[in-house]
C-alpha cells in the first residue's frame, strides 16, 4: 500500500524533471543574452529568495536589473520554478541563489543552467568552519544564514566581488554601493544586540515552527528550539510535540513563535499541549524566517525584516505570564 502511494509521485518527479530538461534545452539560449548586458545596458540578475534580492538591488543600484522569483511568504525549502521562472532563469546574465540545499528542488534546473549562464551560490565564499551542522540535519549544513547579520555581510561581499567581476568598467560603483550597505547592516547588528540586552538572560529562548534560527541563536546568544527540522520539509511527530512542551513548561517560557512561511498548524498544537499542563505560553506575532514580508512595506527589505524580528522577540520573551499551579 504504502509502495503503491510512493510510486506514483516518483514518476511525476521523473517527467516534471524531464519536461522542465527539454524546456531548458529549448530556451537555453536567450536572445536577451547575445551581449553581456541587456539592451539598455544593464546586467540581468535573478535571485531565489528575497533577502538575496535585496542585496543586488542596493549593490547594483541603477547598474542593474533585477528579478526576484520567490515573493512574501514564499517557502525556498519547496519551491519548484516554474515554466515562466524557467524561462526567467535563461534569460539572466547571472543568478544568485543561497546553496547549501536551501533551494532543495531547484537543484537540477540550475545544474543543467551552469556553462550557459552565471550560476552562484552565495554562500560558497563563507569559511566552511563558520557554518553550523546540527546533528538533525544529517550531515548537511544549515542554509538560514541571514539571521546572523554579520555572517550575512560576507554574502554582500560575494555579490559586489561577483558584478565587479562580470562588469569591472562599473567596479567602483558597485564597491561604493556595497560600503554604504555594509555599513547600515552593522547597524542594524548593532540594533540587534541592543534589543537582545532588554531580555533577561534566562528568557533567551526561542521556540519556533521550523529550526531556522540556530544562527541567529549562536549570534545574539539565544537557545533556539524548533519544532522541524532544519527543513520544513521534515514533519514532527506526536512524540516531539509533547518534548516541546515540556521543555517549555519546564523553562517558563512566556511566548512561542509562528513564521510567515510556515504553517501554523504544529506550532498550535505545541500550544494546546502546553496550556493542558497549566502554563498559558502564547503565539507571539509572525516571525520572517525563508521569506521577507510584502514589498512596499517595512519588513519586505533585509533590514525590515532582522527589525521586527527582533522587535517581535523582545516583546513576547518579556511577557508577564500567568501559571496554574497544580495541586
Ligand atoms: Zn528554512
Redesign the pocket.
Known sequence: MKQNRLKFPLLMNIVCVLFLFSILTHIGCDSNKSSNTSKDGKIRVVCTIGMITDIVKNVGGDKVEVIGMMGAGV???YYKPTMKDIQTLSSAHIVFYNGLQ?EAKMGEVLAKMKGDTQTIAVTDSIDKAQLLRPDEFEGQYD??IWFDVRLWMKVVEKVRDALSEYRPQDKTIYQENAENYLAKLSELDQYVRTQTELIPSEQRVLVTA???FNYFGRAYGFEVRGLQG???ATEASIADVQDLATYIVEKRIPTIFVET?VSTRKIDAVKAAVNAKGLEVELGEPLY??AMGNEGTPEGTYIGMIRSNIDTIVKGLTREMSVTEED
Open positions: 517557502d525556498p525549502h536551501l542554509p538560514h521550523h529550526d531556522a532544519i527543513s520544513t512561511s524566517s525563508d
